[in-house]
């Protein structure tokens, strides 16, 4: 172990300087004490600084994603069947494009939470 003044590195809990410290209800708690203890963590705070630190934002719930594609595909066949009614074909044809380039990322990410 090393020892003040021999140079050698100190423990992770003494290069970390700062301390954080946050509110959450007592359902929040019981759900992190059981990840933390599911996990492969050392403790609470080892859980929460991975999670936190893990790289970039997370991504949206499946669930929301999902919607919004929905609605943007429903608002899509909207415009081509408005389209198709007044033959605008360049834009049409581009519509369609767009309408089938959306359904097939829907079954992907249903695909994708399915698995």
């Given at each position: ?10 423990s ?53 994603l ?50």
């Open positions: 172990m090393a020892r003040a003044g021999d140079g050698r590195p100190r992770e809990a003494r290069r970390r300087l700062v301390i954080m410290r946050f509110r959450v209800s007592d359902d929040e708690h019981a759900r992190i004490r059981a990840a933390v203890t599911a996990g492969r963590h050392a403790g609470t705070a080892d859980y929460l600084r991975a999670r936190a630190l893990q790289g970039g934002p997370r991504p949206l719930p499946a669930s929301r999902i919607g919004g594609l929905g609605q943007i595909a429903g608002r899509l066949a909207a415009i081509t069947r408005i389209v198709e009614e007044r033959g605008l074909d360049a834009i049409e044809t581009e519509a369609r494009e767009a309408k089938a380039a959306l359904a097939d990322c829907l079954r992907d990410v249903v695909a994708e939470q399915a698995e």
